[in-house]
C-alpha cells in the first residue's frame, strides 16, 4: 500500500537555526498537506499543495511540492520557542479518498 | 463550540472491558475521521466516514474495533474486550466534504489507558 515517510525523524536545534523536514511518498500524489501537532496537543492544518513544484510561504515557513509530486518539504527559518512540536505531512496518491499521514518529524528547539 | 469535540478526554478501564468512544465533528462536516496515536508515534488510520458511502474499515487492526456514525452526526468507536495495546490516543477528525483535498479538523482526542 501507499507509504508516506518523513526524515528525520527527530531533530534538536538551537534558537534561531533553520530546519528542514522532507516528506517522500511511495506513489504520486494529488496534493500534501502539513499539519503541525504541539506537545500534548492535536494536529492542525497548516497548509496545501497542489500543483508540481508548487512554493508557498506563511511567515517564516516555506512549503515546497516537489516537480513529480512525490515529495515535499518544510522549512522554518530562524527558529523559534514556538516551533517545538511534530509536524507531518499528508497526501493521497491511492484509489481511495483518504489521506495517509507520514511518520512526522519532532522538532525540539532549545532557547 | 465550532470545533470538533470528543469524549471523554481521558478513559481508565481494566482489561477485558468494553469502551465507547465520542465524537462530535463540526456542524456541516460530511467526513469524519478516526485515528489511533501511540505514545511519541505517528497517526495510524482507523476508519473514515464519508457522507451516505459506506465507510472505510480498512485500518481497524481487528474484529475488537467497530464504529458507527448517525447521518453526519455524532460518530462512535467502540472496542471490546480492551487489551493493552490498545492504550492510546484516539484522534477523531473532520472535513467539510469528501476528497483528501480538505483540511481535517481535529479534536483533542481521548487518551484511553488499559490496565
Known amino acids: 500500500g501507499q507509504q508516506v515517510m518523513q526524515i528525520p525523524q527527530y531533530q534538536h536545534v538551537q534558537e534561531g537555526e533553520d530546519f528542514t523536514t522532507y516528506c517522500n511518498s511511495s506513489?504520486?500524489?494529488?496534493?500534501i498537506q502539513w499539519y503541525k501537532q504541539r506537545p500534548g496537543g492535536h494536529p492542525v492544518f497548516l497548509i496545501q499543495?497542489?500543483?508540481?513544484?508548487e512554493v508557498k510561504k506563511q511567515k517564516r515557513l516555506t512549503f515546497q511540492f516537489g516537480e513529480a509530486k512525490k515529495n515535499s518539504s518544510l522549512h522554518i527559518t530562524a527558529t523559534q520557542t514556538t516551533d517545538v512540536g511534530t509536524y507531518f505531512c499528508?497526501?493521497?496518491?491511492?484509489?481511495?479518498?483518504?489521506?495517509?499521514f507520514g511518520t512526522g518529524t519532532l522538532l525540539a528547539v532549545q532557547p | 463550540g465550532a470545533g470538533v469535540s470528543q469524549s471523554p478526554s481521558n478513559k481508565v478501564t481494566e482489561k477485558g472491558k468494553d469502551v465507547e468512544l465520542r465524537c462530535d465533528p463540526i456542524?456541516?462536516?460530511?467526513?469524519l475521521y478516526w485515528y489511533r496515536q501511540r505514545l511519541g508515534q505517528g497517526l495510524e488510520f482507523l476508519i473514515y466516514?464519508?457522507?451516505?458511502?459506506?465507510?472505510?474499515k480498512s485500518g481497524l487492526p481487528s474484529d475488537r474495533f467497530s464504529a458507527e456514525r448517525t447521518g453526519e452526526s455524532v460518530s462512535t468507536l467502540t472496542i471490546q474486550r480492551t487489551q493493552q495495546e490498545d492504550s492510546a490516543v484516539y484522534l477523531c477528525?473532520?472535513?467539510?466534504?469528501?476528497?483528501?483535498?480538505?483540511?481535517?479538523?481535529f479534536g483533542d482526542g481521548t487518551r484511553l489507558s488499559i490496565l
Open positions: 506513489t504520486t500524489l494529488s496534493n
Open positions: 499543495l497542489v500543483k508540481s513544484g
Open positions: 466516514f464519508q457522507g451516505n458511502s459506506a465507510p472505510d
Open positions: 499528508a497526501g493521497n496518491g491511492g484509489a481511495t479518498n483518504k489521506l495517509i
Open positions: 477528525a473532520s472535513s467539510f466534504s469528501q476528497g483528501s483535498n480538505q483540511p481535517q479538523h
Open positions: 456542524s456541516g462536516h460530511t467526513a
